[in-house]
């Protein structure tokens, strides 16, 4: 007998379910490495007088700007099909 037997959901929601949990305990994990990395990298460019963490920061962000621009071009799917957005 399965564990899922007693419930009415189909089955997916449940697997919508199961990616909304996956992506976001992958968001919170960046999320903490992030703010790590962004101390890490401002202590190494206040003190030390290195860059190169904090370069690497200003690359990840420009990276995720191309990304974004990216994404926003790319059709989306609505009911009456594919449309590209103006």
């Keep these: 007998m ?7 959901l189909p089955f997916e929601m449940l ?5 909304i949990g996956a992506l976001s305990f992958i968001l919170g ?14 202590t190494e460019l ?7 963490r904090f370069l690497a920061l200003a690359e990840c962000a420009i990276w995720a700007a191309i990304a974004y621009v ?3 071009k790319l ?6 099909g594919l449309h590209w957005r103006t």
């Design 15 to 19: 697997a919508n379910f199961g990616v």
């Design 29 to 42: 994990f960046a999320m903490n490495h992030g703010s790590i990395f962004t101390f890490i990298a401002t």
């Design 2 to 8: 399965s564990a899922l037997s007693g419930t009415n």
């Design 70 to 72: 990216v994404l926003e």
């Design 46 to 52: 206040v003190l030390k007088r290195r860059p190169a």
């Design 75 to 80: 059709p989306t799917c609505t009911t009456d």
